[in-house]
């Protein structure tokens, strides 16, 4: 009885540091960087509708994305991780797989979107504003890039934070978009 | 005197860094839905910051978040329809203070079973020197059975051998 108490320490600190390892596993191996899983996931995309970008003529809202499957991709042109990611976007659209819908989030004036699009490439369907986070809060976006797969109906299927890379997309989110257009 | 004096300075210095980041533009005109706004920020966690709540942070997002709770409380929305709005997109992560449920029974009862499994070990520790202090007591007392006479044998050659 004694020894077994003895025991119970070493028990706790293996249990703790097994689901601490674990996690640091899956992050590390770009599997699950989901941290804060969405609550959205499997969810309708909440209604929303944003005003266009300087010199596009429309904007987006949710109704845009019914009907195929979507990448909805949250960028700004201050973000350096956007940028990281964004030639992957291009290769995307160059390549034509599969839709994105672009929102250009919290852009401190309105030609910043446009002037960072121009330099880099444009690889959107339809670019919402959303200069107030109204999208992004309905998204339960916490930085930039965040990317969702969004299936037929509307419903949000796969939520990636951080850049898209070619091992993600590999991996996981190519096989998923060809799973959910089958559907 | 002096500690009057060291108070009413660190109040001076430390308070404004006390005060919420609500920015004066944001503020409604509507005092009492202004304080219901503010009542709902208090409890809304910035999802950026970790530990403030939106009232309290300076970060971008923590303001929109609480413009949008601005709207939607001048839209006619009660306090808890705005919190349930942003736990539907944020999750509990979103509540400063989390909601007793099954996810979250181990981060509510976890403390108190660890505190409790404590008390139980000081008890135990504190009853078996007890027991070990009584066993001294009858160790010394007169109580003590007296020493056989191949004891009291032992005991003088162990004496003798001490004295030569």
């Known amino acids: ?183 | 005197m002096i500690r009057t004096l060291t108070v009413a300075l660190m109040l001076a210095v430390f308070a404004p860094f006390a005060v919420q980041a609500v920015e004066p533009d944001e503020i409604l005109k509507d005092p009492v839905l202004e304080a219901r706004a503010r009542e709902v920020g208090k409890q809304l966690r910035c999802v950026v910051c970790q530990n403030q709540s939106i009232d309290d942070s300076h970060a971008e997002l923590a303001g929109d978040m609480r413009i949008l709770v601005r709207d939607r409380i001048t839209a006619g929305d009660s306090n808890q329809k705005v919190i349930d709005y942003m736990v539907d997109r944020y999750g509990d992560y979103v509540l400063l203070d989390p909601p007793f449920k099954a996810e979250t029974l181990v981060l509510w009862i976890g403390p108190a079973v660890i505190a409790g499994l404590g008390l139980l070990w000081v008890v135990m520790l504190f009853r078996r020197r007890k027991a070990a202090d009584g066993h001294m007591e009858l160790a010394s007392g007169t109580q003590a059975a007296p020493l056989s006479d191949d004891e009291r044998h032992r005991l003088d050659e162990l004496l003798k051998e001490d004295n030569a």
């Not at chain 1, 659209?93 to 979107?113: F, H, M, N, S, T």
């Open chain 1, 1 to 183: 009885m004694k020894r077994f108490l003895y025991v119970i320490p070493l028990v706790v600190l293996i249990v703790v540091g097994g689901f601490a390892t674990r996690q640091l596993i899956q992050v590390s191996g770009g599997k699950s960087v989901n941290i804060l899983p969405s609550v959205l996931i499997n969810r309708e995309v909440p209604p929303f509708e944003l005003a266009p970008i300087q010199g596009r003529e429309r904007g987006f809202g949710s109704k845009d994305l019914l009907g195929q499957v979507t990448i909805v991709n949250l960028f700004g042109s201050w973000c350096v991780a956007c940028q990281a990611e964004h030639p992957f976007l291009v290769k995307i659209k160059e390549q034509g797989l599969v839709p994105i819908y672009g929102i250009d989030w919290r852009e401190k004036k309105p030609d910043a979107g446009p002037k960072w699009l121009a330099k880099y490439g444009d690889p959107y369907t339809l670019i919402g504003d959303d200069p107030h986070s109204k999208a992004a809060i309905a998204f339960g976006v916490t930085g930039a890039p965040e990317s969702f797969i969004v299936d037929k109906k509307g419903v949000i299927r796969y939520k990636q934070i951080g850049p898209i890379n070619a091992e993600i997309w590999q991996s996981t989110l190519w096989p998923l978009i060809q799973e959910l257009r089958k559907q």
